[in-house]
């Protein structure tokens, strides 16, 4: 069974960037589709960016498209998630989580195992 470990998160100004990090041991990474989601208070927990197992492909929320990007790392067994021209939107916990299946999951719902997440505050 996977385990998932974030990192890279902290306060960050508006504009600003953060690359976020998922950290895997007891399995390889490349084996599972990765997704990121995040959490602001009070909300429920949405779908960010995911990439997929079988061919890479990558896909993102309206909301970060063109300013998030997720990458693998295989040598590291990490997946990265790259993010820039932050909004104080952008402010909750962010999670990593893995699953066999493919496909556009931006579903919580469709992962099975999940890390403790790492806090991101864009804020001046």
């Known amino acids: 069974q996977v385990q998932l470990v974030e990192s890279g998160g902290g306060l960050v100004q508006p504009g600003g960037s953060l690359r976020l990090s998922c950290a895997a041991s007891?399995?390889?990474?490349?084996?599972?589709?990765i997704g990121w989601f995040r959490q602001a208070p009070g909300k429920e927990r949405e779908g960010v960016t995911c990439i997929v197992s079988s061919d890479r492909s990558t896909y993102y929320a309206d909301s970060v498209k063109g300013r998030f990007t997720i990458s693998r790392d295989s040598a590291n067994n990490t997946v990265h998630l790259q993010m820039n021209s932050l909004k104080p939107e952008d402010t909750g916990a962010y999670y990593c989580a893995a699953t066999f299946a493919t496909g556009a999951l931006l579903n919580p719902h469709d992962y099975d195992y999940w890390g403790q997440g790492t806090r991101v505050t864009v804020s001046s």
């Open positions: 007891r399995s390889t990474l490349d084996y599972y589709s």
